[in-house]
């Protein structure tokens, strides 16, 4: 039978960041594949320059999400950000190198930034035979993280305990039990937040407990934090059936 690690994720504010072309930084309406494993590798104590850690981390365990929410919003801020001015006479080999080396080349630029806003997700959690940490040890890692963790980015600190458990059973299965008992009691309100058929997304290609609406090709899964690099990967979503 098929375990799963679930646990509940709400702030106020969470970014997930897409990919970044100019100056827009977009949020994705769900948690992406490399912000769960960053928040799970977090917990666990993998620094983000440990990288072959953190590449033998982010191969073995499939993510899906329970997006509940009935009518989320998301706001923008905005940012100034320096950059170099273009100048096709020097190159440098970091960006840290431009602005450290030239700073009278220095600009100031607008960058605008997506957060979605009173959003509240079921997360499970599939591990493989080669995974390099069981779902104890991550589960445990929740409850008492090593470094702290928030949404996305710094700014959206968690508002709820993740309240991880083990789930022994089908997607489906997992994620209707952590509708009956992941609720927080400690916030009555959160009750108004959740649809009544909420959509399902996962990256196993073997999962067959939920029916699949469709699938879509998703950059983010984590290549090199070193070099900010994701590779592709296939993202399913469905809904739970009547009887799932």
Request: aromatic share 10%.
């Amino acid at each position: 039978m098929t375990r799963y690690l679930v646990f509940q994720l709400y702030a106020p504010l969470a970014s997930w960041g897409e990919e970044a072309v100019g100056e827009v930084r977009h949020s994705s309406s769900i948690p992406t594949r490399s912000a769960l494993l960053g928040l799970l590798a977090a917990a666990v104590g993998i620094k983000r320059e440990e990288e072959a850690r953190l590449n033998q981390f982010n191969q073995h365990y499939y993510v899906a999400v329970r997006a509940l929410s009935r009518q989320e919003s998301w706001l923008r801020d905005y940012h100034t950000v320096m950059i170099p001015r273009e100048n096709k006479k020097r190159t440098y080999a970091t960006r840290r190198d431009e602005l450290r080396l030239a700073p009278e080349e220095v600009g100031t630029i607008v960058t605008q930034r997506e957060y979605r806003c009173d959003a509240y997700y079921h997360i499970a959690l599939k591990e493989t035979p080669q995974a390099v940490l069981p779902l104890e040890a991550l589960s445990e890692a929740l409850v008492a993280p090593h470094f702290p963790l928030y949404l996305g980015r710094k700014a959206c600190p968690l508002a709820l305990p993740l309240s991880p458990r083990i789930i022994h059973g089908t997607l489906a299965e997992a994620f209707r039990q952590a509708e009956r008992e992941l609720p927080d009691p400690r916030a009555p309100g959160l009750a108004s937040l959740i649809t009544s058929n909420p959509e399902c997304y996962w990256d196993d290609p073997e999962e067959m407990s939920i029916t699949v609406y469709g699938q879509h090709k998703c950059a983010d899964q984590p290549v090199s934090r070193l070099r900010w690099q994701f590779g592709d990967r296939i993202r399913f979503h469905g809904r739970l059936g009547e009887g799932g």
